[in-house]
């Protein structure tokens, strides 16, 4: 054989092996993303159902808390001699 052919097939089979290795890497590299993002379903619904119960519990205390403001205002308002529709109509001329 040649030199120059016999170099060009060692180039091509040098060639193959290293895409061979770079796609193993790559396959193991998948697998282990796959293996550390599994997460049982259980344990989803459970987060899930954690967080909506916060969140309606935040809601929950922020009407309350909204209303009690609302309603200290309005006592203010009264304790003051002002009610809420004077204190409309005096904003409105002004």
């Known amino acids: 054989m040649k030199p120059l052919t ?3 097939e060692i ?3 040098l060639g193959v092996t290293i895409k061979n290795i770079e796609a193993e890497k790559h396959n193991k590299r998948q697998k282990e993303t796959n293996v ?3 997460v049982s379903v259980n344990e989803v ?3 899930l159902s954690h967080i909506l119960e916060r ?7 922020n009407k309350r808390e909204n209303l ?4 200290k205002k ?6 003051k001699g ?3 529709k004077d204190f409309l109509k005096r904003n409105k001329n002004h």
């Open 45 to 47: 619904k459970q987060y």
């Open 36 to 38: 550390t993002t599994q």
């Open 74 to 79: 309005q006592h203010k308002l009264k304790m």
């Open 6 to 8: 016999l170099l060009i």
């Open 68 to 71: 009690l403001g609302k309603k």
């Open 11 to 13: 180039l091509i089979i």
């Open 55 to 61: 969140r309606r519990s935040r809601k929950v205390i």
């Open 82 to 84: 002002i009610q809420n």
